[in-house]
Each structure stands twice: as C-alpha cells, then as structure tokens.
Nanobody, 121 residues
Framework: VQLQASGGGLVQPGGSLRLSCTAS????????MAWYRQAPGNQRDLVAL???????NYGDSGKGRFTISRDNTKNTVYLQMNSLKPEDTAVYYC????????????????WGRGTLVTVSS
C-alpha cells in the first residue's frame, strides 16, 4: 500500500494549486486522511485533516485559504490552496489511516513521500 501525491510545483504569490493524493494497493478501509507540511528547518505541521465521513479540522497554516476534501470511491484526498504566500513554501505530505489486512481491524499510519510547493515570483 502506498500514497502517491501530486500537484505540487512553482506558483506565484496569490496563485492557487490543488494537491491530490491517492492510496493504492490492497486496501480494506481508510479512516482519517490529512495533509501536513514541512518547511526547511521546521517541524512537520498539520495543514488539514478529513475524516471518512467528511468532517474537517484545520491547522493554523490551513485555516482560511486551504480546503481539504476527499473522494472515498477513489481513495483520494485533495488540498485546494488559494491565495498562496511565500511562507506556504514547503514539502507537503499526505497521510492516511489505512486498514491493510482483512484479518484484523488495525489501521496503519501511512505517509506519502511528499510533493514540493514553491511560492515565489
């Protein structure tokens, strides 16, 4: 099972980007999905989290300009980022609690490799 993120890149201040992250492999269920980010020299912080039922929780960095959503039929989580600022520059990581076995109800904390977002003119 792996998480593959895409959608990062270079964008000018004030611009928008939409990140996607899809879980693939043998999956028996996914609970929470989330986006974190880590800028050079900083710790990894929560941007936004969404539960299986669609409830959302935003970290300080994600409030107001970012929107998290998911498509359970595609095992995919999205992050719509608007009005981007240079301080949003970071590697963005997706995260999911994934059930990988039919023989138990354990949901493993699973991380993607990250996608770089650079906000610069």
């Amino acid at each position: 099972v792996q998480l593959q993120a895409s959608g990062g890149g270079l964008v000018q201040p004030g611009g928008s980007l939409r990140l996607s992250c899809t879980a693939s492999g043998t999956i028996f269920g996914i609970n929470d999905m989330a986006w974190y980010r880590q800028a050079p020299g900083n710790q990894r912080d929560l941007v936004a989290l969404i539960t299986k039922s669609g409830s959302t929780n935003y970290g300080d960095s994600g409030k107001g300009r970012f929107t998290i959503s998911r498509d359970n039929t595609k095992n995919t989580v999205y992050l719509q980022m608007n009005s981007l600022k240079p301080e949003d520059t970071a590697v963005y990581y997706c995260y999911a609690d994934i059930r990988k076995s039919a023989s138990n109800n354990y949901f493993a904390q699973t991380w993607g490799r990250g996608t770089l977002v650079t906000v610069s003119s």
